[in-house]
């Protein structure tokens, strides 16, 4: 039980990185909570690259007709920013924290398959480095990060830029896949005795139907790759229009990848959040079966809406409603959820830690970028607003307002348990209000700033009225947002050296990974505890009262 | 009157696009409206009920006690899988209704009325406009008759383009080795400001269109003036200018009906200097705008595709002035 | 379930998706091949005994697995020595087909059908090496001593690849050569 529970040696099990023997270690793990955390060191790292990149571009356009930068820098930067982030960054980083998680979460020694483990983490660093080697190499890819052809093609573009993109991109991209079976495997087969799939913790579930939707989707992806690679390197002709190939290929080619890919990248979030949301509710999570169900609902839903990224590229109308039904129907399963959320808050008793505040901001943030997506999923509305400001508002509620605050909340749930000390909560919130008000201020009024016609993508603009007071205030608010960043970051340093000790449970939470040190040792559990219902140390706290199920 | 591309919100309350709320956005025919209002109504509930939520069971201070309990309740739960789903079938509906009732939402095909009004062609970085039955061809500024449905045709030269005119009606690419189609309706006289909404390279912020409607009167004045072929200019400047320009490689981009000029890799000069603005929306059109751009195309819209030709101040300014001439 | 059983299970269904994609995009170009060389160019009467070939070694591979399974080592080097070569006797088809189409001048930058035909081959004859590539460790590791009954789950489940990748070429053949009949 938590409240007697032994306070570890804090670095008694993860060898030391200021040592060289240490760092030797950290190259070459293969345990799963090493190469977690060396995901979640890599993945700040380019998220850090990705967001110096983004307040360029937010200093480029503060004002109108603004020469700060170049229009081929800027194009470069937006190009780098997209990329690094939905490859670099979002969905490694959730790969990273499920790698940490997961087997501790179902009980497991370690990952199915350890040293694919290790390649696959190093397979993206490197398809990341080669991806940045482009700045070396002759200039950065340039045709944005879903590179449509003909523009991303050789003829078009005046740097290698596209082809490290596409190399690079691959090489992350099999990492990805390989990590992601590598999950599944271990969710299928290594779960502690009694633990059945019905009973899986919810972050788990998610990052299995996650680990599916990878598998099938990535493969998408890195055909694509692979076409546009032998199309820039070897000559071939599959987006060359003048031999009568066709654009539109490459379009479906990449969003019957891409759109997967936006559930790939906030799935394992609504994990974190249907953890954090009950833990600090102290109760459970309303309607298991509902969120669960609507997650496998939502894994095969995301196969068929690729279509709504190409409303205005003229697929004819019958794929159009088709696409757009689809669409529609996939923000059901997407509410349930909202609602199960907000239904276990409700009756709790609720502890307002940084955790949960980032929990919460998640809610209200994922549900504004929620609604705006249903509209996307309307033809005649999407022609007007696709390719303006209101998208880039759109998919940065879903990916920084959802998917990035879903993280910070998993990022102060389980620090004490992967360093044994906890963040510091005051530094947490003023890293939270900072980020949150940062975020609202940077990205809510670019809804007004894509319906008064703003276009993405471009490196200035006229002076019409009402456009630079927006930008101006949106580039505002990205300052705030990158300081509420750094302040995570001054937390980090902080609390690793002076925060308090970590108990084995300092949340009371109810699954697994409490039920060890904190951190754990290399090999998990000492002794893993009996699971008869999802919340294994619940029953254990209340043997008078346990869970059913 | 002349419109500026938007003041604020001005879309949201004065969108003139069928689809897209007539007038107001109180006017409920309008799936705009729907989804607006629907989309801030079902935020602003959730976000509500769930402040609520957290304010009213909020743990009191040294309260360490947990909550109730509950595991869900079915019922609860079916409501809000079902309520969201009759919503959406709903928007779907209304929706489709309106894609179909609309004349002017061709999408993809060519609709049964036959030759567009416009080919709209796209180039990196500027716009090229076609009459097929007017036997007119500009750049960047187009002419239309005002609260008329145009049947437009888009195609492109190099890249994936798309025409945005946000207040004359919805975007569609322009992509190379396909043609699409979509109406433009501007519903009363005045100037509307557009912008290629498909990233397309270096200079995609700088290839604004800009459509004038006109009273069917004036618009047929435009369409004399245009198909009118170009006049040997008066000013002896302006006749350097055009000896220059004939002499030297300009013409193999250019075209200046009436010339030995028939390029066709840029754009159409014929009537540049009646045209509003120059290089797709950077500079208004006078001669000392032009005497700028000529001396260093670069420098003006980095990017652009003209080359700097290190002309001398003198040739700029008398090339300037030739095509300040061409109205 | 047999942890790298399930593993290559999900790895083949995610590679299933990948030669989806190529065929995709053949098919999708299918007819409309532009100005260059056309499917003409290929011969389905070349290719036949080749393709048997590769497909009778599903069939090989699957009797050494079971002379595995029951211990009898010899036959099941010899079952899985026919199988290797009857890989590459598709290779070699393979080889003779492009070095054929190149003294034609048809490669991968010749026209829409060169690019797609390539490529979806090229992947194709990719995964056979890699595969033969196993199979003669496989066979290295049996004369040695080392391949043993209790290995057969292990055996197994690099048959699996072995078959995948002939039920891939069930969807190439079609598509290319069958397809190329009409």
């Known amino acids: 039980m938590s409240d007697v529970s032994i306070v570890p040696e804090h670095t008694a099990s993860l060898p030391s990185y200021n040592k060289f023997n ?69 969905m490694p980083m959730l790969l990273g924290v499920a790698n940490y998680v997961v087997p501790l979460q179902i009980g497991a020694r370690d990952m199915a398959y350890p040293r694919l483990n290790a390649l696959s983490f190093w397979m993206f660093t490197f398809g990341g480095l080669l991806l940045y080697a482009s700045f070396i190499g002759g200039g950065a890819p340039d045709a944005g990060w879903f590179a449509y052809v003909p523009l991303s093609g050789q003829p078009y573009t005046s740097n290698p830029g596209m082809t490290y993109w596409a190399i690079g991109i691959l090489v992350s991209g099999i990492g990805t896949v390989a990590t992601a079976l590598n999950l599944v495997v271990t969710i299928l087969l290594f779960r502690a005795p009694g633990m059945s799939l019905r009973r899986l913790p919810l972050f788990t579930w998610m990052v299995l139907f996650n680990g599916f939707i990878i598998m099938f989707a990535m493969p998408a992806l890195n055909a694509s790759l692979v076409t546009l690679a032998i199309d820039r390197i070897l000559g071939g002709h599959y987006y060359d229009v003048k031999a009568g190939a066709s654009p539109l290929l490459w379009q479906h080619y990449f969003w019957s990848f891409g759109h997967p890919e936006v559930y790939i990248m906030v799935l394992p979030a609504w994990g974190i959040i249907s953890e954090v949301v009950p833990v600090f509710s102290r109760k459970p999570i309303f309607g298991y079966g509902a969120v669960a169900g609507s997650t496998v609902a939502i894994a095969f839903l995301s196969f068929a809406v690729w279509g709504h990224h190409m409303f205005s590229a003229g697929m004819g109308t019958a794929s159009d409603l088709l696409f757009s039904a689809a669409s529609l129907l996939i923000a059901v399963p997407t509410g349930i959820k909202i609602f199960n959320w907000v239904a276990t808050a409700w009756m709790g008793k609720i502890r307002f830690t940084t955790s949960m505040l980032f929990a919460l901001a998640f809610i209200v943030q994922f549900t504004i970028g929620g609604v705006t997506g249903v509209q996307f999923g309307v033809v005649p509305f999407d022609r007007y607003t696709t390719d303006s400001y209101y998208v880039v508002a759109h998919f940065h509620y879903v990916l920084f307002g959802g998917t990035a605050f879903g993280l910070f909340a998993g990022f102060y749930y389980w620090f004490p348990k992967a360093f044994g000390r906890m963040l510091d909560e005051r530094l947490g919130k003023l890293n939270f209000w900072l980020m949150f008000i940062g975020f609202n201020t940077a990205f809510f009024v670019q809804h007004a700033l894509g319906w008064m016609g703003m276009t993405r993508r471009i490196w200035t603009y006229p002076d019409y009225p009402g456009w630079g007071v927006y930008n101006m205030i949106s580039t505002v608010g990205s300052f705030i947002l990158a300081f509420g960043v750094l302040m995570f970051a001054v937390n980090v340093f902080y609390s690793l050296k002076k925060g308090e000790i970590a108990s084995e449970n300092p949340w009371n939470a109810w699954t697994l990974e409490w039920a060890t040190t904190s951190p754990p040792p290399h090999y998990n559990f000492d002794q893993v505890p009996p699971v008869r219902s999802r919340r294994p140390l619940w029953d254990l706290q209340h043997p008078d009262k346990a869970d059913k199920d | 009157m002349t419109h500026s591309l938007l003041s604020p919100l001005h879309v949201l309350f004065d969108a003139q696009s069928d689809q897209l709320g007539k007038s107001s956005i109180l006017e409920w025919n309008s799936i705009t409206s729907v989804l607006m209002g629907g989309a801030l109504i079902i935020a602003t509930m959730i976000i509500v009920l769930m402040a609520w939520v957290v304010i009213r069971y909020r743990a009191r201070r040294g309260d360490d006690s947990d909550a109730p309990q509950i595991h869900g309740n079915n019922k609860l739960e079916l409501g809000w899988t079902i309520a969201p789903g009759i919503l959406l079938l709903f928007i779907f509906l209304f929706a489709t209704y309106n894609q179909f009732a609309s004349a002017t939402s061709p999408g993809a095909g060519l609709p049964k009325k036959g030759t567009p009004d416009i080919i709209v062609i796209g180039h990196q970085f500027w716009w090229e406009f076609r009459y097929p039955k007017l036997g007119i061809v500009t750049a960047n500024e187009f002419h239309i008759p005002a609260n008329k449905n145009i049947l437009v045709q888009l195609e492109s030269d190099d890249v994936i383009h798309d025409l945005w005119m946000p207040q004359l009606g919805e975007k569609m690419d322009n992509v190379p080795g396909k043609t699409n189609y979509t109406y433009l309706n501007a519903p009363k006289p005045g100037r509307y400001e557009g912008a290629c909404a498909e990233y397309c390279g270096a200079e995609h912020a700088w290839m604004r269109p800009l459509a004038v409607a006109q009273s069917q009167s004036d618009f047929n004045k435009w369409v004399h003036q245009q198909q009118t072929a170009a006049r040997n200019p008066q000013s002896k400047l302006a006749q350097q200018g055009r000896k220059l320009f004939l002499s030297n490689t300009c013409v193999n981009c250019h075209a200046i009906a009436g010339t030995s000029a028939k390029g066709r890799v840029g754009p159409d000069l014929t009537h540049v200097g009646s045209r509003e603005q120059i290089a797709a929306g950077v500079l208004n059109t006078n001669q000392q705008n032009l005497y700028k751009f000529l001396l260093n195309p670069q420098a003006v819209k980095p990017g652009i595709l003209m080359p700097n030709f290190h002309l001398t101040d003198q040739q700029a300014y008398a090339l300037a002035a030739y095509l300040e001439s061409l109205k | 379930m047999n942890q790298n059983k399930l593993g290559m299970l999900i790895f083949l269904a995610s590679e299933s998706v990948f030669f989806t994609m190529l065929i995709l995009a053949y098919a999708y170009y299918h007819s409309h091949w532009g100005g260059g060389p056309t499917d003409s160019v290929v011969d389905i009467k070349e290719v036949l005994p080749y393709t048997i070939a590769l497909w009778s070694s599903s069939l090989t591979i699957w009797f050494s697995e079971r002379a595995l399974k029951h211990g009898k080592y010899g036959q099941m080097r010899g079952w899985l020595g026919l199988t290797i070569l009857l890989g590459a006797f598709f290779l070699f088809g393979e080889a003779r087909e492009y070095l054929a189409l190149f003294s034609e001048n048809v490669n991968i930058q010749a026209g829409i059908f060169g690019t797609t035909f390539f490529t979806l081959t090229g992947f194709h004859g990719l995964h056979v090496t890699v595969g033969l590539l196993a199979l003669s460790l496989m066979l290295v590791l049996a004369s040695t001593g080392w391949l043993k009954k209790e290995q057969a789950e292990g055996y197994e489940t690099l048959s699996y690849y072995w078959h995948f990748v002939d039920l891939v070429w069930v969807g190439v053949f079609s598509v290319v050569y069958i397809w190329s009949l009409f």
């Open chain 1, 22 to 90: 240490g760092l030797l270690e950290w190259v070459s793990t293969v345990d799963h909570k090493q190469i977690g955390l060396l995901y979640l060191f890599g993945t700040f790292f380019f998220f850090c690259v990705g967001g110096i990149e983004a307040l360029l571009m937010r200093i480029q356009l503060a004002q109108p007709q603004n020469h700060f930068l170049s229009p081929q820098d800027y194009n470069q930067l937006f190009t780098m920013h997209g990329t690094t982030m939905v490859f670099l960054v979002v």
